[in-house]
């Protein structure tokens, strides 16, 4: 049996963009002191200015979002967020980043790979109009009235999916990211419920998320088959309160309070490179 015909495509540049979605790295860093010490004034003037030529780099990219920002407990000192559509082009940015202040200031403590993804919970257009439109609010689906909401529910999801596959996030101070998993043991297996029991907790856990629109951005990743967990978990807010308060919230929810299981949480303040730079001691 002859050999299958391979081809050599190492001067054919790789793409690995998904399908749909962006991939979403979180990078969190230790800064050796001792190592930055080392270096002259102006060698560390350098050093900085390069970390902000690289960011600018990055974010012209198409697609490519980079957030920096100070992490507030010794979990690590710096984090970046990094979202783009290729996956080729997150390892070249993840590599600079790392190496962008000299071989050894940064030292990579945590990191997280995920993918923006849509919702498998999501209410189908269909569902809607039967459960929504005709079921509690009484309208045929011949009346205008229904065709309007059907309408007004498509550019609503809409919307909703592109903040999902491809959102931008806003400069808003407080970031909170952690990791999670749904729960597979013994009765507390999220896996052996039914679809219709995991979308009814999930549409109840959705609810409370709801209540805390324009105070919290949140954005769930998928990294099932990635990184250790199922999900990555990206909250926004102005007010620090605001991340206790839903976190608190969310976990008397069954989806949470039965299922859920958390890896740690990482608190950081979305700050221009500059004021990073003060808070860091750099």
């Known amino acids: 049996m002859s050999a299958p015909e391979t081809s050599d495509n190492s001067d054919t540049p790789v793409s690995l963009v998904p399908a749909e979605g962006w991939h979403v790295i979180h ?20 050093a900085k200015t390069d970390l902000a030529e690289l960011v600018q780099e990055i974010r012209s990219q198409k697609d490519t979002h980079l957030l920096t920002y100070a992490v507030v407990t010794p979990k690590a000192d710096i984090g970046f967020m990094l979202l783009t559509p290729d996956l080729g082009d997150a390892l070249s940015f993840e590599k600079k980043l790392t190496l962008s202040l000299g071989a050894d200031v940064l030292t990579p403590v945590y990191s997280y790979l995920s993918q923006t993804e849509r919702s ?15 079921g509690e609010k009484g309208l045929s689906p011949d009346s205008d009235e229904y065709k309007a909401g059907l309408e007004e529910f498509n550019t609503r999801m809409e919307h909703y999916l592109q903040h999902r596959l491809y959102p931008v996030l806003p400069a808003w101070p407080v970031v909170c990211f952690y990791p999670m998993s749904k ?11 039914s679809f219709d029991a995991r979308k009814d907790l999930m549409m109840g856990h959705a609810r409370v998320g709801r209540t805390y629109s324009g105070k919290i951005l949140q954005l769930i990743t998928g990294s099932t088959g990635l990184d250790e967990h199922e999900w990555g978990v990206t909250l926004l807010a102005k007010d620090p309160i605001e991340i206790r308060k839903i976190v608190y919230e969310m976990r008397f929810d069954e989806v949470s309070a039965r299922y859920g299981e958390f890896g740690d949480f990482y608190i950081g303040i979305q700050l221009p490179l500059n004021e990073m730079f003060e808070k860091v001691c750099l």
């Open 120 to 134: 498998e919970y999501t209410t189908t257009a269909e569902q809607y109009g039967k459960d929504t439109l005709e």
């Open 183 to 193: 729960r597979r043991s013994g009765e507390d297996n999220w896996y052996s419920l």
């Open 27 to 46: 990078l969190y860093y230790n800064i050796d002191h001792s190592q930055w010490n080392l270096l002259s004034e102006e060698e560390q003037r350098s």
